[in-house]
């Protein structure tokens, strides 16, 4: 064992050895014992099937030739099993086609007899080590999924459900994405937990915010540069932001403001599969999945000349549309509370929730900066509040304030229909009545029944009227 390698050692392990020879078993757990190993034996592979099942082992080492069920059989087994149990095979001198046999089975390695204890604790060690590694990387995988993946979007308005169940679907292929939807919706949000349930999700997630980078700069930001005089030791080629994704995804977010120039270049590297960095002859392959975000209707900008239609067409091969916030209003009260969860948790703050004036006015404000604002509004609410829940003081001004436009002129914007105009206008009452819902539905001419099936709440049986 050489010195980098024993400083790597991974601790004890449990070990289950398998072998019928009772002399060898006996020398091999005490081997791994005087090593710090939890090891025990069985003498044959049904034994050594219950003990599995009944007590977790990190490895298992196993002779492959015994009565009965041999130690392939077992090896296989333990493959559907659990296939994170590193197993180590133990052959007779010269069977290396068994050998082989039990790798392609899934052996991690094998051991040769007669073996030396040496030669037995790296095995078993490597396996460990291996072992380790992954369980790390499923946990950075699982950290990642959480704070990412899908199940960090919130979506419980039926048009993001659809667009979620739409990006599950294409996350895994190669096919360029295109979101568009206004700034604040959640477009970098989408993306994200696309290449995060991609296969590429091991390899960079790269985001170009092209809106931010000045045009000057921007095309040796994209494809690299070559710097120095060529020749010379000074001469290098800096890589590119499409050079860095390669086998990764990248982000062109506010792709709409791309330079036409800029736009034909990166036509050609998508469509070719291959960068030039500029002051440079020489093409360089890249492998990468492209999405792109634009607020903008690119089929607009298309028609007015400001973005070339080939280039749009190479992009939109999967388009994803996702709508403002004011659209869902079904996912607002979820967003409000996943953001309290998120702020309580930064502050040290235990706020219980929102009040229900709180809710209404979170519910009928139209939220212009979307998602984004939404979050911000939380924020604040968490910072400046000092009771068990969401006030409506605690919100920003704007939310309190009636607003300066014309409802109906917002609703024939909107193109609501009749029973949306219903359930707006109702839940403006409702605010105006201090969250009175007896009152509210006297003045509506309706019943609290009505009132309540409006609101999509479900009416308490024992309710104490208000006020």
Excluded at 17 to 38: C, S
Excluded at 66 to 94: F, H, K, N, Q
Excluded at 329 to 354: H, K, Y
Excluded at 446 to 452: A, E, K, V
Aim: some cysteine; proline content about 5%.
């Amino acid at each position: 064992m050489t010195a980098t390698e024993d400083s790597a050692s991974p601790g004890a392990g449990r070990v289950l050895v398998v072998d019928d020879d009772e002399g060898l078993a006996r020398f091999v757990v005490e081997v791994l014992t005087d090593a710090g190993h939890h090891a025990e034996a069985v003498p044959s592979a049904g034994l050594a099937r219950r003990r599995v099942e009944a007590t977790g082992y990190d490895v298992v080492v196993t002779d492959l030739r015994m009565p009965g069920e041999s130690g392939l059989d077992l090896i296989a087994w333990l493959r559907r099993y659990d296939p994170r149990i590193a197993v180590l095979a133990v052959t007779a001198y010269g069977s290396l086609e068994t050998a082989v046999q039990a790798m392609r089975l899934g052996a991690a390695d094998y051991i040769p007899k007669p073996f030396e204890p040496s030669a037995l604790l790296l095995a078993v060690d490597k396996s460990l080590r291996a072992g380790a590694m992954r369980s790390e990387i499923e946990r950075l995988r699982a950290e990642a999924d959480a704070r990412y993946g899908f199940d960090a979007m919130v979506a419980r308005s039926a048009v993001m459900k659809e667009l979620i169940a739409l990006a599950r679907r294409v996350a895994d292929s190669a096919s360029a994405v295109l979101i568009q939807g206004p700034s604040g919706a959640g477009k970098e949000m989408m993306a994200r937990a696309i290449h995060q349930a991609s296969r590429r999700r091991a390899r960079p997630y790269v985001e170009v915010d092209c809106g931010a980078i000045p045009d000057a700069l921007l095309e040796a930001e994209l494809f690299g540069e070559a710097q120095g005089v060529p020749g010379t030791t000074q001469h290098r080629v800096r890589p590119g932001r499409l050079q860095e994704a390669d086998g990764g995804t990248v982000l062109l977010d506010e792709v709409d403001a791309l330079p036409l120039p800029v736009q034909i270049k990166l036509l050609r590297a998508l469509r070719d599969r291959e960068v030039t960095p500029v002051g440079s002859t020489q093409r360089v392959a890249v492998d990468l999945r492209v999405i792109a975000c634009s607020e903008l209707d690119l089929r607009g900008a298309v028609a007015a000349g400001a973005f070339r239609e080939d280039l749009y067409f190479l992009l939109n091969v999967i388009e994803m549309v996702i709508p403002p916030l004011a659209d869902r209003a079904d996912d607002i009260p979820a967003l409000a509370e996943r953001f309290l969860e998120t702020f309580n948790a930064r502050t040290g703050r235990r706020v219980t929730g929102f009040s229900p004036a709180a809710a209404l006015l979170l519910t009928s404000y139209g939220w212009p900066g979307n998602v984004r604002e939404l979050q911000n509004a939380v924020e604040r609410a968490v910072v400046v509040g000092v009771g068990p829940e969401v006030a409506p003081d605690d919100l920003p001004s704007a939310l309190r304030q009636p607003r300066g436009h014309d409802f109906l002129d917002e609703a024939a914007a909107r193109g609501m229909t009749i029973s949306e105009l219903e359930v707006a206008y109702a839940r403006r009452v409702l605010i105006k009545n201090g969250g009175n819902k007896k009152k509210t539905a006297r003045l509506l001419g309706i019943d609290r029944r009505t009132l309540y099936r409006w609101l999509g709440e479900r009416e308490e049986p024992a309710e104490i009227d208000e006020g």
